[in-house]
């Protein structure tokens, strides 16, 4: 029996070869995107959960609440906190501190490496966190001073085949630290990331920096802790704010305590955290989350629809079987069957396009992503359980309702004529362009907000600029013999020297500006450059005057300030007013103009920028833009004749600025790409209803050719129902999306308004889209010769 239900099966889709594929193309299509929709999604929540203990770690953030910063939570604490919670906290079973460095220069026999990700850390590592250790001994690790620990991959690239392990590296003024311990590479789902780890123990506990892990006045310490019960959560918050009151921490400083399964998804809000790699907004990942909901539910909606529509072709055949003893059991069956084979098709077809595109999509998964999905047992009887499901629940409308049908009043064409079914086709039509229309809109806004981020003033001029790593403390007596030498070349403009870049997180520090009350606590955040740098990067000053490196005072006393300082303080004469830096006074020369030193989430704050002649870790270097490939290749023949054993490391500064939009521009894009996709579908749905539609109305249509019925108005009688529809889908769509993109835009301190222009411009195209593909089908139906649509049965 259930081998001829297939025989059935086959043949009818055969019969009806158009509607088939149709049907299998729409559904593919929207599972291979609901797949990897899920693999990405289920990448983003994987985040830091192969840890054994991920439920009981914990990230100790501090909240600013300083006047003069907006962005106050911030991902470094006090670094005397971790070990006095874990001395005196019961629910405190372990801390961990550690300093993320990012890329740093390392030598080995005479030879300059940079790793990715430096950090110091404390033994304690290996125990809170599964970070394996390959070869070592894992309960010493990191306990003595001057000792290291490389990954796997660090390893090869440093000391090649040669077995590291007691081997002696130097790193900035440490000298011979000794390789303990090999690690495996981090996995790629780790917001910490490390090649190189040092450990933070000192042998001088009197050193500097012993004393500066001591210390309960700076905020600069990465650290988590293990609690013993995750319950224990609220206890431990309200105990470390009497811990740093009992040590006299400022009354604007408070703690908290945020899940480690929070860190990536949870932390867009948050600065000083650039260990924090690849960091994403939760919203983002629901967002596409639904996305692929709805893709997925068009797709099943157009499956749904077109296999009820099929029906009504059906009926004379149910009609002719129930005359012949078929049962109503055995036509539900036929019926159940042939929807779940179309739906198994699909899926086949759906693994088969993933696995073709896996090259393009930009997953950290090695294996090809068809691979990957099956051989996860749990998703692949997880998607096979949605296709059985979706195959019944498609089936069991048509078998259902024909199957109860009284087969006299099947044979007489009277099912044709039934108003069942229009109404849930009517429905679904609906609910699917109302999804698409408010994905349209959203994606519109999107991309207006996106361009509004890369086009706004930014406060400088990010082109032709390529920064130099120039930290290292073996590079800086040699460092105006190579600033000579570039800027001999015709091809850069100039060079200026600079603590850091705009996009980068700037340090902060206390401030006491003139006139200010003395109960309120200052913090700003800080920069040093050269006379030099305001011209190279297009700042503009709008008050007073920039450095003159002639000017004798401008280093010890002068001060530039922000637009940002001059609006907090509410200065209207800021030239000549002083601001005191702990021991120090300094008196404002002029104010710079408002620029971007963070990304659009985040207000521009206060800013003092100090006068540096000879320091900073950082040389930038504007070049012309014609011989860009000609200039650094000079600058790197600059750079090894001067450096020979150091390693040039350059980023080109308008990449780097542009990282931190990188989120955003690749939500914006996979957004699209799923819109455009779920668009597709919803037409291919559309296009096979109008094909249903134009052949039930084919004898219709030759009686009113005959009659005398234009072309056109025959087009109009068949587009006018689907019209209807569409306009029914984008009053519904209207308010969903104000509502949905109001909501993402709050997230941006500087964001479009919303463009009611798109909102006309989705709905107009959305109604093109639908009209033009119901136009084809109505277009050629009405172009048949009435004498054949006439005969036509």
């Known amino acids: 029996m259930f081998k001829n239900y297939l025989k059935i099966a086959f043949r009818s889709l055969l019969k009806s070869k158009g509607t088939s594929v149709i049907n299998i193309l729409g559904l593919s299509i929207g599972m291979a995107c609901g797949i990897i929709i899920f693999l990405f999604v289920q990448n983003e929540l994987s985040y830091d959960r192969f840890h054994s203990k991920s439920d009981d770690i914990f990230r100790v953030l501090t909240i600013d609440e300083a006047l003069g910063v907006s962005s106050n939570l911030v991902g470094i604490t006090l670094p005397a906190l971790g070990p006095a919670m874990e001395n005196d906290f019961p629910e405190v079973e372990k801390r961990v501190r550690m300093i993320p460095q990012g890329r740093q220069l390392i030598n080995y026999e005479q030879q300059g490496f940079y790793t990715e990700h430096f950090a110091y850390a404390e033994p304690t590592l290996f125990e809170v966190f599964d970070f394996k250790l390959i070869d070592g001994d894992t309960e010493k690790a990191l306990t003595e001073p001057n000792t290291v620990i490389f990954t796997e991959s660090m390893a090869k690239k440093t000391f090649g085949s040669e ?15 000794e390789v303990v311990g090999i690690m495996a590479d981090v996995p790629d789902n780790s917001h910490l990331n490390f090649d190189v780890v040092v450990s933070m123990q000192q042998a001088d506990t009197t050193s500097g920096f012993a004393q500066f892990l001591r210390s309960w006045q700076s905020i600069s310490m990465v650290t988590y802790v293990e609690l013993a019960d995750k319950g224990s959560e609220e206890n431990v918050e309200s105990k470390m704010e009497d811990l740093i009151r009992a040590n006299n921490v400022g009354d604007n400083f408070k703690v908290t305590l945020q899940p480690l399964k929070d860190v990536h998804l949870n932390s867009s809000g948050i600065l000083f955290e650039n260990y924090n790699l690849n960091k994403t907004d939760i919203g983002y990942v629901y967002t596409l989350a639904a996305v692929g909901l709805f893709v997925i539910l068009i797709a099943s909606f157009n499956f749904m629809n077109l296999s009820t529509a099929r029906s009504a072709n059906r009926a004379q055949e149910v009609g002719v079987r129930k005359v012949f003893g078929a049962i109503r059991r055995q036509l539900i069956n036929q019926f159940m069957i042939e929807s779940v084979v179309l739906c198994l098709v699909s899926f086949v077809i759906a693994i088969g ?7 393009l999509i930009n997953l950290p998964i090695e294996e090809n992503l068809a691979i990957y999905f099956l051989g996860h047992l749990e998703w692949s009887l997880g998607a096979l359980a949605f296709v059985l499901l979706l195959g019944l629940f498609s089936g069991s409308y048509p078998a259902l309702l024909l199957s109860g049908f009284n087969p006299i009043s099947i044979l007489r064409g009277s099912f044709k004529t039934s108003s069942k079914g229009v109404l849930l086709r009517k429905s679904l039509v609906i609910f699917q362009f109302t999804i698409s229309i408010t994905m349209i809109i959203g994606t519109a806004i999107v991309y207006d907000q996106l361009q509004h981020q890369r086009n706004i003033d930014k406060g400088f001029d990010p082109e032709q600029v390529v920064t130099l790593n120039v930290g290292h403390p073996s590079l800086q007596q040699s460092m105006p013999v190579l600033i000579n030498k570039l800027e ?55 008050d007073g005057r920039g ?24 200065w209207e004469d800021p030239v000549g007013r002083k601001i005191t830096f702990g021991q120090q006074e300094r008196t404002v020369i002029g104010v710079v103009k408002d620029f971007h030193f963070t990304n659009m989430r985040h207000k521009i ?11 900073g870790g950082n040389l930038a270097v504007k070049f012309a833009s014609a011989n860009v490939s000609e200039t650094m290749d000079f600058i790197q023949s600059a750079w090894d004749e001067i450096f020979p054993n150091s390693p040039l490391e350059y980023r080109f500064f308008d990449e780097e600025f542009g990282q931190q ?31 249903f539609t134009a052949e039930q109305k084919t004898k219709e249509i030759g009686v009113r050719k005959v009659l005398g019925a234009s072309i056109g108005g025959i087009v109009l009688l068949l587009s006018k ?73």
Request: charged share 15%.
């Open 605 to 615: 704050e206060p800013l003092a920028m100090f006068f540096n002649p000879n320091g």
């Open 353 to 359: 396009l993933v696995a073709i595109t896996s090259t």
């Open 721 to 793: 129902q689907f019209s209807q529809l569409i306009g029914v889908a984008v009053i519904l769509a209207v308010p969903v999306a104000y509502y949905l993109m109001s909501s993402w835009l709050s997230d941006f301190e500087y964001r479009v308004d919303i463009n009611w222009v798109w909102f006309l411009v989705s709905a107009l195209a959305a109604i093109m889209i639908a009209l033009l593909t119901v136009t084809f089908q109505s277009v050629k139906a009405a172009t048949i010769n009435p004498a054949n649509s006439l005969r036509y049965e």
């Open 661 to 691: 939009y990188a989120s955003d521009e690749r939500f914006g894009k996979l957004v699209f790409s799923f819109t455009w996709l779920a668009i597709f579908i919803a037409c291919l749905g559309l296009f096979g209803l109008s094909a």
């Open 163 to 177: 077995n590291p392990i007691g081997k002696r590296i130097d790193i900035g003024n440490q000298a011979g630290i």
């Open 488 to 542: 001999q070349s015709p091809d850069i403009i100039t060079t200026a020297r600079t603590g850091g870049m705009p996009g980068r997180t700037f340090g902060r520090r206390g401030v006491r500006p003139e006139g200010v009350s003395q109960e309120d606590t200052w913090i700003i955040s800080v920069l040093n450059f050269d006379e030099k740098f305001m011209e190279l990067m297009d700042m503009e000053i709008v």
């Open 547 to 570: 450095y003159d490196r002639e000017m004798q005072t401008d280093q010890q006393q002068g001060l530039l300030i922000n637009e940002a300082m001059v609006k907090e303080l509410a």
